[in-house]
Nanobody, 121 residues
Framework: QVQLVESGGGLVQPGGSLRLSCAASGSIFTINSMAWYRQAPGKERELVAGIDYNSRANYADSVKGRFTISRDNAKNTVYLQMSSLKPEDTAVYYC???????????????WGQGTQVTVSS
């Protein structure tokens, strides 16, 4: 089993910045990819940014140039640096890890509990 704990959300003014963190614990044998998703009220959950085992990143068009995803393998943590935040970035942000817990296991998706990001003046 893998547990994910997110932190770093909060209230920020338009144009401000926040950094989200997602730390993993438990049994991790192989990490395939990590990602951040978000879900705004009344909307479906959407992919914000992802990073693969080679640290290649991809971003939603709406956040390109403003958000940066990164990983610290030694700390088993993935980050999302968010800058130039807009009110439309307001959502609950979830981290997702696609990992294998052991050599005998298959790759599975694990989710964090979510952290609220509110962009408002």
């Amino acid at each position: 089993q893998v547990q994910l704990v997110e932190s770093g959300g909060g209230l920020v003014q338009p144009g401000g910045s926040l950094r989200l963190s997602c730390a993993a614990s438990g049994s991790i044998f192989t990490i395939n990819s990590m990602a951040w998703y978000r879900q705004a009220p009344g909307k479906e959950r959407e992919l914000v940014a992802g990073i693969d085992y080679n640290s290649r990143a991809n971003y939603a068009d709406s956040v390109k140039g403003r958000f940066t995803i990164s990983r610290d393998n030694a700390k088993n943590t993935v980050y999302l640096q968010m800058s130039s935040l807009k009110p439309e970035d307001t959502a609950v942000y979830y981290c997702n890890w696609h990992v294998r817990s052991s050599v005998w296991d298959i790759f599975r998706d694990y989710w964090g509990q979510g952290t609220q990001v509110t962009v408002s003046s």
